[in-house]
Every structure is written in C-alpha cells, then in structure tokens.
C-alpha cells in the first residue's frame, strides 16, 4: 500500500503562482510513474501532468501548457507541480496518484493510489 500526502493548495489570486507537492512517507517511487489531475465541482476528474520517476519523461494537459510544470526531488522522494500564471478555472481539488512502471497515463483508471487531494483556489 502506497499513501500519497498532497500539500501546498490555497487561495491564490488570477496570474499567481502556487507549488503543490505530493510525498509518500517512508516509501519510494523508484518504480513508478506518478500524475496530477484536478476535479472541479460536478466535473469529472482530469488530468494535468504526469511524470516517469525513472525516465523523466513528462506530460501535460494542453490547458496547463506552458504555465504547469511538473517536476521530481528524489532524494526527498516528493514530485511537484508548478502552477504559474493561475486562472479561475484552475480552481479545483488537486490529486496526486501513482502508477507502477514507467508509462506515465493521462487516465485516471490507470492509477493504483490517489492522495486525499489539496484545494486550490484562483480568485480573479
């Protein structure tokens, strides 16, 4: 069992900059991919980056292009994303999840463990 602790939300105003991170205590993730998605109220679950531990290689959804990025510290063992230039509709609850092996997804079903989440909240 892998638990995902997802820190760094809060209320940030239209062209700010906020850092969310997502750590697993006393676990690795050598082994695994590991992805953002945010949900907004009464809106499915989307992605926003994903990013192979071993690999490196990194995605990202076309509306956070350019502004998100996410990135990996590994000798603390947390991955980060970068949110610049915020806008309101980046409002949303942030999940962190994990997949083993290296193949980052842009799916939801693809993960094996999802964090609590991390409100984040762009007033314009």
């Known amino acids: 069992q892998v638990q995902l602790v997802e820190s760094g939300g809060g209320l940030v105003q239209a062209g700010g900059s906020l850092r969310v991170s997502c750590a697993a205590p006393g676990r690795t993730f050598s082994d695994f991919s590991m992805g953002w998605f945010r949900q907004a109220p009464g809106k499915e679950r989307d992605f926003v980056a994903a990013i192979s531990w071993s690999t490196d290689k990194t995605n990202s959804a076309d509306s956070v292009k350019g502004r998100f990025t996410i990135s990996r510290d590994s000798a603390k063992n947390t991955v980060y994303l970068q949110m610049n230039d915020l806008k309101p509709e980046d409002t949303a609850v942030y999940y962190c999840?994990?997949?083993?092996?290296?193949?980052?997804?842009?799916?939801?079903?693809?993960?094996?463990?999802w964090g609590r989440g991390t409100q984040v909240t762009v007033s314009s």
């Open positions: 999840a994990a997949r083993r092996g290296r193949q980052p997804s842009i799916r939801p079903s693809m993960y094996d463990y």
